[in-house]
């Protein structure tokens, strides 16, 4: 894997070019990642058109043919409805975040391959959805939402395919605003998303905490618990969200991969397996933050994850189990790392049939590392250093791992520690799904480095005991969000995944 920040070719890299226009010439070559807008305009830019109000836009959106350019000119424009129905043009700000959408607003993206950037909404009110797209193939990036009083900001219906949330910022939802999640992803019952949602940043949500549908991403609902979404959220980053909602990322639906996303000073809120089976988790960082809850739902791969609670207060808990009868089946932690967090509450009761292989648990004092352990989970390959808190007889082995800090500003094993070349291979397969990559072989840790292809030859934990160029590391601010608030000067960077 390359380092998705430096060498991926970003198909909309001068978007965040302060001023410039999108250099659409590059956009066919550029993308090939098949949950990137494919269809994007291609060759030069047919017409460039400037317009000074909402209606001259609305005007030049209904006349506009695929690979028009519309270009609002800077300034604060008030209630304001769009409907964009014309498909494969562009829709942007003259600078990046210079265009403020304030009072009520209501965009509807009804066409396909829209790219609709750099839009900032910090006051006003709506009381349902800012954006709703229902088309396929758009791209919504460089957008700022803070403080914007609204149910949703945006909202992916279904059955639309392979659009794209990037590089925008989510924060401050007022807490007397309407009930609703910051973005929601709907999935349906016969054709898979394929969407993403990457390099974003959600921060500053307040309020009392709790499940209140607040939730800064949810994946569908409950009614659809059933239905294949196939969403990969990727590289954002949350800070400070847990107060407005104990759902980080609330999971309803089946077959979504969440990998490489850091959650920092964000004890309060996690990464919940809502709804819905057959999800996966991988390369994440938990650090100062609550980890991972896993409620109605079974099999559930959680790999090469980092959790540390870093002295931060709230519940913070590493894991827990929520058993509601008929789920927590075949749920796996493999190849995690957990270091002085909150603890890991096995549930007590119903689970069966899971496993936890290969995990570092360190804990220098402040309690146990477990509690309510189950009669249905089995053990392998793990160590710890610390209080136990349950008695288990095989698969979990007392010694020092032996971590420190390495370059990617986390803690690894160090040469000499137990857990190099020691991992078990008694873990169920971890499953692939029908077009994202899921690193199913587990053939990179969390740095992104290369890991032994045998499973016995691995190391312990989240991270190998080797050389080679980090690519994943817990996120900053300025790996994120829009380019005109210190995020990255580079667009949307195309994923790795391929799609059918």
């Known amino acids: 894997m390359t380092d998705p920040s430096v060498n991926r070719r970003d198909f909309l890299r001068s978007m965040a070019v302060a001023g410039s226009s999108v250099a659409v010439a590059g956009l066919t070559a550029a993308c090939t990642d098949p949950i990137a807008p494919t ?30 350019e519309i270009v609002v000119a800077d300034g604060t424009y008030a209630n304001n409805t769009i409907n964009v129905s014309t498909s494969g043009i562009i829709v942007r ?54 403080g914007y009083s609204a149910q949703k900001y945006i909202s992916i219906q279904a059955p639309s395919q392979r659009n794209q949330i990037a590089y925008s910022n989510f924060e401050n939802k007022p807490q007397n605003a309407p009930i609703g999640n910051l973005v929601h992803v709907e999935a349906d019952a016969n054709v898979p998303g394929y969407h993403r949602i ?99 739902a079974n099999n559930i791969f959680c790999y090469n994850n980092y959790f540390e609670r870093s002295g931060v207060g709230g519940s913070a808990a590493a894991v827990e189990y929520e058993y509601v009868s008929g789920n927590l089946k075949n749920i796996n932690f493999l190849h995690n790392t957990f270091v002085n967090c909150g603890d890991v509450n096995l549930g007590g009761v119903g689970a069966s049939g899971n496993t ?113 160029t980090i690519t994943n590391r817990p996120l900053t601010l300025a790996a994120v969000g829009p380019s005109y608030l210190g995020g990255p000067a580079a667009g949307p960077s195309a994923s790795a995944a391929r799609l059918p």
């Open 93 to 146: 700000a003259a600078t990046p975040g210079g265009v403020l959408l304030h009072g009520t607003n209501a965009i509807i993206i009804a066409a396909n391959r829209v790219v609709f950037s750099g839009f900032q909404f910090t006051s006003g009110s709506s009381a349902g959805v800012v954006i709703t797209v229902t088309g396929n193939e758009n791209l919504l990036t460089q957008l700022n939402f803070n």
């Open 356 to 468: 936890w292989a290969n995990n570092i648990f360190k804990k220098a004092g402040g309690g146990v590392i477990l509690r309510n352990p189950n009669g249905g989970t089995t053990w392998a390959g793990n160590i710890y250093d610390g209080t136990l808190g349950a008695t288990i007889t095989a698969g979990m082995e007392r010694a020092d791992p032996l971590l420190g800090s390495n370059a990617g500003g986390f803690l690894e094993v160090l040469a000499g520690s137990p857990a190099i070349n020691r991992a078990s291979a008694s873990y169920p397969s971890i499953p692939s799904i029908t077009g994202l990559d899921t690193d199913s072989a587990l053939l990179l840790d969390a740095n992104g480095r290369a890991r032994p292809g045998e499973r016995v030859q691995k190391d312990i934990g989240c991270v190998e005991s080797t050389t080679g």
């Open 39 to 68: 269809g994007a305009p291609a060759g030069a830019v047919a017409r460039t058109i400037n317009v000074r109000s909402i209606a001259a836009l609305q005007a030049a959106i209904n006349s506009a043919a695929a690979g028009d």
């Open 198 to 296: 990457h390099r974003c940043s959600f921060q500053n949500l307040p309020g009392g905490g709790g499940d209140f549908g607040n939730e800064p991403i949810r994946l569908s609902n409950g009614a659809e618990a059933a239905y294949a979404a196939r969403t990969v959220v990727e590289y954002c980053y949350w800070n400070n969200t847990g107060q407005g909602d104990s759902e980080s990322i609330s999971v309803k639906c089946r077959e979504n991969v969440i990998r490489y996303c850091t959650f920092v000073n964000n004890p309060d809120g996690m990464l919940v397996f809502r709804n819905g089976n057959d999800n996966v988790a991988y390369g994440n960082f938990f650090i100062g933050a609550g980890g991972i809850r896993v409620k109605e």
